[in-house]
């Protein structure tokens, strides 16, 4: 058995160890042992010893009987009181009163949202692969009898009743669910608990994933698979645009097909301005040279360069 777990286990508080004794019991019963004590010394100066021992024990068991019998349970939690070891009633919350001896206060019960913390390590999915898995349960007790007397320790009950469906849902899962689904995760989990704990008078509000831990060479290469599929989608949408713009190109040709002037016109702007550059260098065929007279342009476009500089 993991031993995090036995560590875990050991400190959920359990809730038969707090004696709830309070501070209005134990001050009137030192107000009556107080009042005992003075009123044993005047009667046994006053009327006789006898009748001081009588006084002083009569008050010494009513400061007692204050000191044992009266209770008080906070706003958030009752009391299970068992009379001669039956179920007798749940009190509370506030000040209330039991019978010594005949009555005992078997165990306090909150009904606040109670947080319970627990995982999972090393546990298989479905398709084999080692996960740790932290969760966080929120529940509360609605029935405190059932929660008394059904099970031991309804604490450490509902503790390992999440680990183990923890694991059982991480065994039905692939990573890929498990990684994406948290929250038909969430939803899976809370139904197994809650059906584990309604009979002890517990319900499930809530349960969420709070992180999931994959082995780091299955993460690495989880990493280069993601980035490979970026590489293949931007070379898909430099492809698209590829296609796109021979498209273009191809309705663009249509307009100079039946106008040979037209196209003429656009190759001399498209040279000129190659030619603006300082340095460039443009080779074109010998035939456009002729057809467009390309030597009278570029004549021009070194005048004018010439020009531009002597002005400077």
């Known amino acids: 058995m ?7 286990d050991r400190k959920i508080p359990s809730s038969q160890a707090n004696p709830h004794i309070n501070g209005v019991a134990v001050t009137l019963a ?7 004590m003075l009123g044993t010394i ?3 100066d006053a009327v006789s010893d006898l009748l001081a021992v009588i006084f002083m024990i009569v008050m010494g068991l009513i400061g007692t009987y204050l000191f044992v019998a009266l209770k008080i349970a906070s706003q958030w939690e009752k009391a299970v009181v068992l009379r001669f070891g039956k179920f007798h009633k749940l009190v509370g919350p506030g000040m209330f009163w039991i ?14 949202v109670m947080v319970t913390s627990f ?10 692969v080692p996960v740790d898995v932290d969760a966080v349960l929120f529940w509360l ?3 405190g009898e059932k929660a008394a007397l059904e099970v031991a320790d309804y604490r450490a009950a509902i503790a390992w009743a999440a680990q183990t469906a923890l694991r059982e849902v991480i065994g039905q899962m692939s990573l890929a669910d498990i990684l994406i689904g948290r929250a038909k995760m969430d939803a899976d989990l809370q139904k197994i608990i809650d059906e584990r704990t309604t009979p002890w008078g517990i319900t499930v509000q809530s349960v969420e994933i709070r992180d999931v831990v994959i082995p780091q060479d299955l993460e690495d290469a989880m990493s280069r698979q993601a980035q490979a599929e970026r590489e293949r989608q931007a070379r898909v949408i430099l492809g698209e645009s590829e296609m796109q713009i021979a498209s273009s ?5 249509k307009s100079y097909i039946n106008n040979p002037t037209a196209l003429h016109l656009r190759a001399m702007n498209m040279l000129f301005e190659g030619l603006k550059e300082k340095g460039a260098l443009v080779i074109v065929p010998s035939s456009a040279v002729d057809t467009m007279n390309l030597g009278g342009l570029s004549g021009m476009v070194a005048l004018a360069q010439n020009t531009n500089q002597s002005e400077k």
Not at 99 to 112: E, G, K, L, M, S
Not at 119 to 128: C, F, H, V
Not at 249 to 253: D, G, I, K, L
Request: glycine share 2%; no cysteine; net charge negative.
């Open 249 to 253: 190109f191809a309705e663009a040709s």
């Open 2 to 8: 993991n031993k995090k777990y036995m560590t875990m």
């Open 119 to 128: 995982s999972a390590e090393k546990t298989l999915t479905k398709d084999t």
């Open 30 to 36: 030192i107000i009556i042992y107080v009042a005992g």
């Open 141 to 143: 007790v609605w029935d």
């Open 42 to 44: 005047w009667i046994s």
């Open 99 to 112: 019978i010594p001896i005949v009555d005992t206060i078997a165990n306090w019960i909150d009904h606040r």
